[in-house]
């Protein structure tokens, strides 16, 4: 089994669209969750940043992380086909090694 | 832009060859580190820096090493290629701080071997 787990798509939706985003990990111990969108051919780059049960919300975008269950989530409302691209979550501990899911690939049709 | 630069953009050799891949974090970043990235792997880390000391080590091969310099700068170096290693190579950083988790990623050098 993987350390994380990421569907990786694609998925297809309508522009306007509410789209879910989900990763599962399996080490209890990982407590740092990040999601970054990567367009084609160039770098991640950073969403969202949590710590926290709970959900973390910055405008469209909402991350949800249930460290009980070992499942985090990123809800996009609104969706827009400017935000489609590769998205990857990434869990770890504090200090320097993140895993990183292998990305779900995302398309808004307009 | 994140900040973090990585020269070249793309290269192209032959197996066998060797390669150095170059990566400044952003101003005050003091953690460097390397993944690469491929259709089928996903993103692996390879190797963390921190304030020119290895820090931390991933799925790195031992033909790939790589280093941190007094200006911050880091260089990974790829050796006897072979048709695998075709990839995109990032470099992110993060810091001041140790625990400092966030990082920023360059937009990556494409590796080809033929």
């Known amino acids: 089994q993987k350390e994380v787990e990421q569907d990786p798509g694609p998925l297809s939706v309508p522009e306007g669209a509410i789209v879910s985003l989900n990763c599962t990990y399996s080490?209890?111990?990982?407590?740092?969750f990040m999601w970054y969108r990567q367009y084609s051919r160039k770098g991640p780059e950073l969403l969202m940043y949590?710590?926290?049960?709970g959900n973390k919300e910055d405008g469209r975008f909402t991350a949800q992380v249930d460290k009980s269950s070992k499942y985090i989530s990123l809800f996009i409302r609104d969706s827009q086909p400017s935000d489609s691209a590769t998205y990857l979550c990434a869990i770890g501990v504090r200090t320097y090694k993140y895993i990183f899911g292998t990305g779900t690939r995302l398309k808004v049709l307009a | 832009d994140s900040g973090v630069t990585q020269t070249p953009k793309h290269l192209i050799t032959a197996t066998g060859q060797r390669v150095t891949l170059r990566c400044s974090p952003r101003?005050?970043?003091?953690?460097v580190y390397w993944y690469q990235q491929s259709l089928d792997q996903g993103l692996q880390f390879l190797i963390q820096?921190?304030?020119?000391?290895?820090?931390a080590k991933g799925n790195i091969l031992e033909r790939f090493s790589a280093q941190q310099f007094p200006d911050l700068h880091s260089e990974l170096n790829l050796s006897s290629l072979e048709l695998g290693d075709s990839a995109l190579y990032f470099c992110?950083?993060?810091?001041?701080?140790?625990?400092?988790?966030?990082?920023?990623f360059g937009p990556g050098t494409r590796l080809t071997v033929l």
């Open positions: 101003s005050g970043d003091l953690s």
């Open positions: 992110a950083s993060s810091g001041p701080g140790q625990g400092q988790d966030t990082q920023y």
């Open positions: 820096y921190y304030n020119g000391e290895e820090r």
């Open positions: 949590t710590y926290s049960s």
């Open positions: 080490n209890s111990a990982f407590q740092y």
